[in-house]
């Protein structure tokens, strides 16, 4: 028994290998690196589906939202300016105020 | 986090570009244009979606409208000296000081029932809906005149007749 015990650890000690040397191994892993880092994005999004579609609902939403409320707001300023204008010329209270 | 980033920044130039679409698509370039020319004759036109012959017709109107106005305008103006020049040459006469402020009110009302005619047949040549919308924007302020147009006007620095 301890005999082919010594045998195999004699031969396990002399057992060497020599891979062939590859030059594209370094090459090969960052590849494969990279293509991981892709897919753990695509990954990462998949796995938090409803957290980001909700916060995408959301942004959106208010993102609209305030679009259109400073574009309003501009529009109702721009009115007032021009009604304001129009009376102006229209209004002979205007003149005589603007004529002193 | 990398990830993290990246989607926020993703959803952030998302929401940019639809905040910009919304507020292109609700903003109104004629509008904004007449403004910056001061062209009022401009806004009346797009804002209030005037064709060709409304266009024309409310033109003619004003036309019309401008000599009366003139003459309103000196006759206020000459209330307000004739007032003004009586408070600084005999400001202990309450009667007549009363009186002069009569007038140039009376004056004023006498106008605004003009200008009001004016608004109503300037409105009556838009549609409806269009009509409505300009009444609603000009009659109060010339009601209010005292309040809402004449204190823009210490801002003007020409007269526009």
Redesign the interface.
């Known amino acids: 028994m301890n005999t082919s015990r010594d045998k195999l650890s004699e031969i396990l000690q002399d057992w060497r290998v020599k891979p062939p040397s590859d030059p594209g191994f370094r090459a090969a892993v960052w590849r494969r690196i990279g293509q991981q880092g892709e897919a753990?994005?695509s990954a990462?999004?998949r796995a938090h589906t409803a957290a980001?579609a909700v916060?995408?609902v959301l942004?959106?939403s208010?993102?609209?939202?305030?679009?259109?409320a400073?574009?309003?707001a501009?529009?109702e300023a721009?009115?007032e300016?021009?009604?304001?204008?129009?009376?102006?010329?229209?209004?002979?209270?205007?003149?005589?105020?603007?004529?002193? | 986090m990398?990830?993290?980033l990246?989607?926020l920044f993703g959803?952030?130039a998302?929401?940019?570009a639809?905040?910009?679409?919304?507020?292109?698509?609700?903003?109104?370039p004629e509008?904004?244009a007449?403004?910056r020319k001061?062209d009022?004759m401009a806004?009346?036109r797009t804002?209030f979606n005037l064709d060709e012959r409304q266009f024309a017709e409310i033109q003619r109107l004003?036309e019309n409208?401008a000599p009366s106005?003139?003459?309103?305008?000196r006759m206020?103006?000459e209330a307000?000296q004739a007032r003004d020049a009586l408070r600084k040459t005999n400001g202990d006469d309450l009667v007549a000081a009363a009186e002069a402020e009569r007038t140039l009110q009376q004056l004023?009302a006498t106008?605004?029932s003009?200008?009001t005619t004016?608004?109503y047949q300037v409105a009556a040549v838009m549609s409806p809906a269009d009509g409505k919308r300009y009444l609603a924007?000009?009659l109060p302020?010339?009601a209010d005149?005292d309040h809402?147009?004449?204190p823009?006007?210490k801002l003007?620095s020409?007269?526009?007749?």
């Open positions: 753990t994005w990462y999004l980001w916060a995408a942004t959106f208010v993102a609209g939202v305030a679009g259109r400073l574009a309003q501009r529009v721009d009115r300016t021009m009604v304001v204008s129009y009376l102006v010329e229209l209004d002979p209270r205007a003149q005589a105020i603007l004529k002193q | 990398k990830h993290l990246r989607t959803l952030g998302a929401a940019a639809i905040g910009f679409m919304c507020y292109h698509l609700n903003s109104a509008l904004h007449a403004v001061g009022a806004w009346l804002d004003h409208y106005c003139e003459e309103h305008c206020i103006q307000i004023r106008c605004e003009a200008i004016h608004v924007l000009v302020k010339i005149f809402q147009v004449a823009d006007l003007e020409r007269h526009q007749h």
